[in-house]
């Protein structure tokens, strides 16, 4: 029998209308097919509006009830789809994460799957149902409910696609990947196939496409990705094993915001290893790193996220931040064969006189940080400069 994973996200579902929308998709495609899995976000800006309810009945940050709280939104979404499928005469069964069996490890807000027991999943497939999964959740070993963070139903989907051996679609407000997000440069480009390598390099680097996890496990159980329009009338993006090695050099430019800009002198006896052991035993994420040596002082700068502040501040009090800078990202496979990309991305921003504050490569990407107040004037320079 075939089987496919469907993954839509929260502008999928966000009005009972657009939630039976998705429900006639799936039975349509459960007509085409055998097996149908789906797994669904929360219901439009359902998880912000209990990220602020939380704030406005407690100040403390309970991560473990945080969790609980936000993986009612992917309940309530599991649930009506399921109403509306079986409204239209096709059987559904909705299931929690941890029904579905996913097993999760690590901090609450930002736990990893460490296993899926598909047993009920497909189970309800050999009984003809379609399944309506929540992603986004999972239950750790000592029974807590977990969430796995922001972007985590794609993560859930690809997950569930790699333990049933079969393709996974992830469904979207958008027609495909662009080279540049098309909500800042309307003329952007859509690409017809991506690599797996360019577009985890993408998702890391900003790109709000698809979770960068869920990317990782579709390239290590080879789950072939389709990213398209949540109507799936219109043809999207596919993903999988890299197969045109002479393409353009650039294949996409992304933006990350609310990156925060970390700077500290190392106190006397105080070594850059001890410095990012603490760093790491809080589970901070750390980016862009480098060190500068001013006589027998040592100076470290790094790259974060602004949610990770207060937890950087509990380590000491002595780091200094800049917030309102973001990264600005080139990205392309063709770079490991065309040199050049960095020396004309650095004459292009010195000639418009934009400074950037750090640079990072790798080896299909180079990374620029900069002021947020100088993005859009940035992209407009690159989009030119390299055809997007």
Known sequence: MKT??????????????????VASILVKQKGDL????????????TTDELIKLSGE???????????RLLATG???????????????????ISLTGEQAGFKTAGRHGFAKILDVDTTLVEKKL????????????????AGDITTLGRGGSDTSAVALAAKLGCDCEVYTDVEGIYSVDPRIHKTAKKLEHLSYLETMEMANLGAKIIDPRAVEIAQKYE????????????IGTYIDKENNVEQSIISNLSIQDNILLVDKKLREGETTAEL??????????????SQKDIGKDRYITFTSLIDEKDLITDISEDFHFKENVSKVSLIGNGMRNQPGVAARVFELLNANGVDFYQVSTSEISISYIVDTINTNKIVKLLVKEFDL
């Open 223 to 234: 789950v072939r990705l389709y990213v398209a329009l949540n109507s799936t009338k219109v």
């Open 276 to 289: 990012f052991s603490k760093l790491a035993g809080k589970d901070i994420n750390i980016d862009v790193i």
């Open 57 to 67: 009945v407690s100040k403390k940050n309970n991560r473990r009830e945080m969790d």
């Open 126 to 141: 050999r009984e003809g149902y379609i399944v309506i999964v929540a992603g986004f959740q999972g239950v750790n070993a």
């Open 74 to 92: 992917e309940m309530i979404s599991i649930a009506l789809l399921s109403m509306a499928i079986d409204d239209l005469g096709c059987k559904a």
């Open 34 to 45: 055998n097996n149908i899995v789906c797994v669904v976000s929360a219901m439009g800006d």
């Open 4 to 21: 496919k994973v469907m993954k839509f996200g929260g502008s999928s579902l966000s009005t009972a209308q657009k939630i039976k929308d």
